[in-house]
Structure formats: structure tokens, C-alpha cells
């Protein structure tokens, strides 16, 4: 079935650094692919998304490429800041299909 | 316009006993999802519902757990005789449409505690 794998947590910076947080899917076909973002004691808003290969999904200086020939999507920003410290989850949803599967989550931590 | 909303946002249970999650969709939103998160873990997928009608439950439990989605009200998800393995998070999500590049949006989520 289905599966998306998350680089494994917790990740900590210092503020100003180079952020990369790695995923990688399994799916038939051609899936719609996402990043969430759940702030502590809150729900999941999406970050952003791509929906077919070579699309780069973009949002507050975060960017993420589908790439189809190596299955992955992984989350890059240039400069974090203390206020990107949550919980980020990868996520796709196969063409056809309305369930979302969720990876497993990479905390991050970024320290002033 | 206003969220996904869900009530209560925090729910103590002893075992045995029902829960019962309340999630109102974002207005204009006909399609509702139910997730669980277990402790440190991702979401999985429940069910999938329209109004009136349940188009996927591939991922509920086959026993103690129901859910509903009435022509006027909020979903409901019913959880009978809850156990300490059903403490988690359970959040709601909606879309507008059957579209497969459409945005769920994410409510808060219910956080329930069973002791």
C-alpha cells in the first residue's frame, strides 16, 4: 500500500540555518504530494503542496520539489527562525483516492 | 469565514465508557475526514464521509467505533466502550469538493483521555 517515510526527529538549529527535512514515498501512479505543519496544542495547516513531477511547492520561504524518479519531496528553507519550531509532516494522496497518508512526523526545534 | 471547528477539544473518559467527537466543517464544505494520532506518531486516515452517506471506512476500527455525518448538524464519530489504547488525538478535516488536487483543511482536533 501506500507509505510516506519522514526523516527521523527530533531535528534542532540554531536560528539562520540551513533546514532540510527528507521524504520519500511509496505510491501506485501519480500522487498529489504535501507538507503539514502542526504548531504545539494545534491542528495541521498545510504548508504546501505539489501535484505532479518537477512541481516545487512553496509558502514563507519553505520549498519542496516532487521529484518522481527518486520518490521523494523533502522540505528546504534557506534561513529558519525560532517561530518555525512545530511538528512538520509529509503527506500524499493518491490520484483517485481522498484519504491522506501521513508520514510519521519530524519535530523541529530552533534555538535563538 | 470560520475553520473546521471541533468540540470538545479535550475529553476525559473512564474505560468503558462513550465518546462521542463533534466536527463541524468549514462552511461550504460537503466532504469530511477523520484522523487519529496516536502518541508521537502521524495521522491515520478513519473514514471518509458526505452528507449522509459513508464513502470510505477502510481505516475504522471494525468494532466500538462509528461515525455520521447528518444533512444538518455536525459529524459525528462515536466511540463505544473506550479503552486506554484509544487515548490519542482525533482531528477532522474538510473540503469543499470531490476534486483530487482539493486542500483538506485541519480542525484542531479532540484530544481524548482515556483512564
Known amino acids: 500500500g501506500d507509505s510516506v517515510t519522514q526523516m527521523e526527529g527530533p531535528v534542532t538549529l540554531s536560528e539562520e540555518a540551513f533546514l532540510t527535512i527528507n521524504c520519500t514515498y511509496t505510491?501506485?501512479?501519480?500522487?498529489?504530494l504535501f507538507w503539514y505543519v502542526q504548531y504545539p496544542g494545534e491542528g495541521l495547516q498545510l504548508l504546501l503542496k505539489?501535484?505532479?513531477?518537477?512541481d516545487k511547492g512553496s509558502n514563507k520561504g519553505f520549498e519542496a520539489t516532487y521529484r518522481k524518479e527518486t520518490t521523494s519531496f523533502h522540505l528546504e528553507k534557506g534561513s529558519v527562525q525560532v517561530s518555525d519550531s512545530a511538528v512538520y509532516f509529509c503527506a500524499l494522496r493518491s490520484s483517485g483516492a481522498q484519504k491522506l497518508v501521513f508520514g510519521q512526523g519530524t519535530r523541529l526545534t530552533i534555538n535563538p | 469565514n470560520a475553520g473546521v471547528m471541533q468540540n470538545p477539544r479535550h475529553l476525559v473518559r473512564r474505560r468503558g465508557q462513550e465518546a462521542r467527537l463533534r466536527c463541524s466543517p468549514m462552511?461550504?464544505?460537503?466532504?469530511v475526514y477523520w484522523y487519529r494520532q496516536l502518541p508521537e506518531e502521524g495521522l491515520k486516515f478513519m473514514v471518509y464521509l458526505q452528507k449522509e452517506n459513508i464513502i470510505d471506512e477502510s481505516g475504522m476500527p471494525k468494532e466500538r467505533f462509528s461515525a455520521e455525518f447528518p444533512k444538518e448538524g455536525p459529524s459525528i464519530l462515536r466511540i463505544q466502550q473506550v479503552v486506554r489504547g484509544d487515548s490519542a488525538a482525533y482531528f477532522c478535516?474538510?473540503?469543499?469538493?470531490?476534486?483530487?488536487?482539493?486542500?483538506?483543511?485541519f480542525g484542531p482536533g479532540t484530544r481524548l483521555l482515556v483512564l
Open positions: 478535516a474538510s473540503s469543499p469538493f470531490l476534486d483530487s488536487e482539493e486542500t483538506q483543511y
Open positions: 462552511k461550504g464544505h460537503s466532504h
Open positions: 505539489a501535484t505532479k513531477a518537477d
Open positions: 505510491a501506485t501512479g501519480y500522487p498529489s
